[in-house]
């Protein structure tokens, strides 16, 4: 399936490789520019994998400090985006494992998801339709749920998501494949459940 990825224009990979030089040649400014460029979409790249904000926000400033800290040695890269989605993916998973007693529950801030969502999807689907699938969403798997928004929220494709993830293409296919078993799974019997009642 082929999906067209805004991140993939000219353009915009030619800013960010003039915001990474920058970065390499101590220049704040770059650092500045892409922190404001992609801090929405990591963001919401971070809620998908983990429903904790402050968490969440706390990883991103980590990425980007990291990345200032170590600006002398850090890799070129081809593309600036795909290599903060893994970055910030890395670091989510990493924390998560530190305390599982702490951050055990992976579920999604609804009120977040549904207020996100509510402006620009409005029309597409019920209030209640949002509601039930944050909630199936709510209950798959955090790397199900990763994939799902990489997928469709971010529209990235196969093979960039094998980058951001660390996994291979077809591990993609099969997790994106679950995710969606998952949720159809979960969706019915919310219905069923709603219809009842």
């Not at 893994?86 to 609804?110: A, F, P, Q, W």
């Amino acid at each position: 399936m082929y999906q067209e990825n805004d991140y993939t224009k000219p353009d915009q990979n030619a800013d960010d490789a003039v915001y990474w030089m920058q970065i390499t040649n101590d220049e704040r400014a770059g650092m500045e520019a892409l922190y404001v460029k992609y801090t929405r979409e990591l963001f919401r790249l971070g809620m998908s994998i983990k429903g904790d904000r402050s968490l969440v926000k706390d990883c991103i400033q980590e990425v980007f400090l990291q990345i200032w800290q170590y600006r002398h040695t850090v890799k070129a890269t081809d593309n600036v985006k795909l290599y903060l989605f893994k970055c910030l993916s890395n670091k989510i998973h990493k924390e998560v494992g530190k305390d599982k007693k702490r951050y055990g529950h992976l579920g999604t801030d609804l009120e977040t998801e549904v207020e996100q969502e509510t402006g620009a999807g409005a029309s597409f689907m019920s209030l209640e339709k949002k509601i039930s699938l944050n909630n199936a969403l709510s209950q798959i798997p955090s790397r199900q749920k990763e994939v799902i928004h990489l997928l469709y929220y971010e529209n990235h494709s196969y093979e960039d998501i094998s980058k951001i993830m660390g996994i291979n293409v077809q591990s993609v296919y099969t997790l994106a494949w679950k995710a969606l078993a998952n949720l159809k799974k979960r969706m019915v019997l919310v219905w069923f459940f709603y219809l009842l009642f």
